[in-house]
């Protein structure tokens, strides 16, 4: 059986609203602390089938593109001094970053729009893996599902 390499995905064609519906979590993160939005779940393939429970729920707990929602006080600043860190916050509010696929404080919350859940995650500042340069690199993004 052949596999071609070369072939490339489709990307996400979802709008950033789509993607990231403007939800209240119901919380404020504290201390050194990062709340983020992970980007919703598909809820059909790009062929237009359905998705099952099962696969929406796995591309959910696998997702590791969010946006950042708050910013804890004491973030990006020295447990020590309280002085901000010298390179600067990793991040700000509105930013799409990559996080940590474990670990943090996970939760969802219900639109009351119908669609499918929104998963929120508090983490450690730290915790933070990169920014992503714009919403079209995001679309272009997948979890990795091992």
Not at 56 to 63: I, S
């Amino acid at each position: 059986m052949a596999f071609d390499l070369v072939q490339k995905e489709e990307p996400d064609l979802r709008t950033e609203v789509e993607c990231f519906p403007d939800l209240d979590p119901g919380i404020d993160v504290a201390g050194d602390r990062v709340l983020v939005q992970l980007r919703r779940e598909k809820t059909t393939s790009k062929g237009g089938i359905i998705l099952v429970d099962e696969t929406k729920a796995t591309l959910r707990f696998n997702e590791t593109v969010a946006k950042v929602k708050q910013i804890g006080s004491l973030a990006y600043k020295s447990p020590d001094t309280l002085e901000p860190w010298p390179e600067g916050p990793w991040c700000q509010v509105g930013d799409l970053v990559r996080t940590i696929k474990y670990g943090g404080d996970r939760f969802v919350v219900n639109p009351d729009d119908g669609g499918a859940p929104v998963v929120f995650i508090t983490i450690q500042a730290r915790e933070i893996i990169s920014k992503i340069r714009s919403f079209e690199h995001a679309q272009r993004m997948k979890a990795f599902v091992d």
